[in-house]
């Protein structure tokens, strides 16, 4: 038998209360869509002698009115030039300014001259939460302005990036099941408010996890590469020459020296500042200048460019004992 609200034509009270969170949803995508879609260009990368053959495309985001926008550093690796397109129909060649394959971050350039671009909002990845919802906006497949949702599934996560012998841990990536397709990388990950929390840049392939995507976060870390790339087109980073693992301290120090974990050297490099320190392997590395080390990803934040050339105080333990060394760290090179 039909109930009052099924003959006056409305859904019942729970299929109206989906309806209701169901626009509520699209709400924000629209949302998200409409205050991002003309912030987002799509790339197309020349290259060849003559700066015309196409090798490659992807994404991009606008971060400034007069023509910076932010990419992923593989989208335009081995490249200087190409063209992005608005979905306004403006098609504007551009420049690479710099790129950081260590952080998969780059900038890029349109032509000087162009209108007033749309800017994005940039965010705090750092504020993320698992389960918050996320809206991927990017090119996919070459078709520009293409807008994905879904959620965050994972924080913390790692991503190994290479620069030609040099190797480094990409942290806090954001793990998320938005859609992601080739083409995406570069695009805007951006949370319920169009604020942009991360640059995606890697799909999942099937062996790993199916509908999974990654993006570079947002946040303190990246604000300063970002920073540095607009400046000097390049990001500088110091240099120690050891690589190693998270182990215990033993329980004996481990009170004294208010230190649970530490940095285990694995291997010294040869001739690099931690070898000419004195450091060895089977060394476990619990402070730099005053800052707890714990893995691998403590030391890396440590070392900008701001402790190039500069003496720094590394406490560690080696043969159940600690002591306290000086090592001047170089300039990372590829």
């Not at 215990?248 to 020296?257: F, G, I, K, N, S």
């Amino acid at each position: 038998m039909k109930t009052a609200t099924d003959l006056d034509g409305r859904p019942p009270g729970d299929a109206r209360v989906e309806r209701d969170a169901l626009d509520s949803y699209s709400r924000v995508l629209t949302s998200v869509a409409r205050r991002l879609t003309a912030a987002v260009a799509s790339l197309r990368i020349t290259g060849g002698a003559d700066g015309r053959r196409a090798s490659g495309a992807g994404s991009a985001v606008v971060v400034t009115p007069d023509g910076f926008l932010l990419t992923s550093a593989h989208v335009v690796a081995r490249s200087s030039r190409g063209m992005a397109a608005f979905s306004d129909g403006r098609e504007l060649g551009f420049e690479v300014v710099g790129a950081d394959p260590l952080s998969d971050l780059a900038v890029i350039r349109v032509a000087p001259g162009s209108a007033a671009l749309s800017v994005a909002t940039l965010g705090d990845a750092d504020r993320l939460e698992v389960g918050q919802l996320v809206v991927a906006v990017g090119n996919p497949l070459g078709f520009a302005g293409s807008v994905s949702a879904g959620v965050v599934s994972g924080l913390g996560r790692s991503m190994a990036t290479q620069e030609g012998r040099t190797a480094r841990l990409v942290e806090n990536v954001i793990q998320t099941d938005a859609a992601l397709h080739p083409g995406n990388s570069g695009g805007a990950l951006a949370d319920s408010g169009a604020e942009v929390v991360g640059i995606n840049t890697a799909v999942v392939g099937p062996w790993v996890g199916q509908g999974l995507g990654l993006a570079v976060p947002i946040n303190d870390a990246t604000r300063q590469i970002v920073a540095a790339l607009m400046r000097e087109g390049r990001v500088r980073r110091a240099y120690l020459g050891v690589t190693g693992g998270s182990r215990p301290v033993p329980p004996r120090l481990a009170e004294r020296l208010g230190r649970g974990r530490g940095l285990e050297v694995v291997s010294v490099m040869g001739g690099s500042p931690a070898a000419r320190g004195g450091l060895r392997p089977e060394d476990l590395i619990v402070e730099v200048d005053g800052v707890a080390i714990e893995d691998v990803g403590d030391l890396q934040r440590l070392m900008t460019s701001e402790r190039i050339g500069r003496s720094v105080t590394v406490v560690l333990v080696r043969n159940g004992e600690a002591r306290t060394v000086e090592i001047r760290p170089s300039e990372l090179t590829g």
